[in-house]
């Protein structure tokens, strides 16, 4: 016997709300995908100053992004097909991986939290590095003035603070490609352009986590009432 009254709505709410869920899923997924092949990430992440390798913190953040995309349609399609076919044992899979998968980007907005200025930090101590290695001509200054140039191109900047942002291009155009006198105005500081590139994306993931928290937290309630709905129409 199917629900009726009030059970019914729920029952076709949920579906709503499950599909909107798959289809943010999909979104966070392809929105994953992006930034794991944005060029001026993959530029920069990608580098190699001698032995040492450009720090990668911030795609650990994007592999679980792709992670939770894929379960989000995956458990989206489950709810879909529990909700329609009025299923119990469906829907109660369903409200365990949304309980999991809940505790899951709760503890990965914790990690990103945390490690949303240590990401930056790390990424301008390795172009320090090669930035100093590059001025000063050690054994391995080509491959750092690679780096650096890399990081210039890339970001459209030059140097690690006002001093060396300021005179860098006027003594050394062979790191920042720009006239001497258009860069001794115009050069921003990488160290900016940097905090710039990580902080934007951060926040876009921040935002993408929020609402998947909040549609969740719906259709928890919703799969719930709807699972009592069910049970009470069965026993009648």
Not at 45 to 58: E, H, M, R, V
Not at 88 to 94: A, K, P, S, V
Not at 95 to 116: D, S
């Amino acid at each position: 016997m199917g629900v009726e009254g009030c059970t019914k709505c729920i029952k076709y709410l949920l579906f709503v709300f499950n599909f909107i869920f798959w289809l943010a899923g999909g979104i966070i997924l392809g929105v994953a995908l992006w930034l794991r092949h944005d060029s001026q990430t993959t530029n920069i992440l990608y580098l190699q100053l001698g032995d040492k390798q450009a720090p990668n913190t911030f795609y650990v953040g994007i592999y679980i992004l792709i992670a939770v995309g894929a379960v989000m349609m995956f458990v989206g399609f489950l709810g879909c097909y529990g909700a329609i076919q009025e299923s119990q044992c469906l829907l109660g899979t369903f409200f365990t991986c949304l309980v999991i998968l809940f505790a899951c980007e709760v503890a990965a907005g914790i990690w990103g939290f945390v490690n949303k200025d240590q990401i930056a930090k790390d990424v301008k101590q390795f172009y320090d590095q090669a930035l100093q290695q590059a001025l000063m001509g050690e054994s391995d200054g080509n491959n750092a003035k690679a780096v650096v140039k890399t990081f210039h191109e890339t970001l459209d900047c030059c140097g690690s603070d006002i001093l060396t942002a300021t005179f860098t291009p006027v003594w050394r155009d062979d790191l920042c490609r720009k006239d001497s006198l258009k860069g001794f105005f115009e050069n921003t500081n990488c160290h900016k352009k940097i905090d710039e590139l990580f902080s934007g994306k951060l926040y876009l993931i921040g935002i993408a986590a929020v609402v998947v928290a909040v549609i969740m937290i719906f259709e928890m309630i919703l799969s719930m009432v709807l699972c009592c709905g069910i049970r009470n129409s069965s026993v009648y």
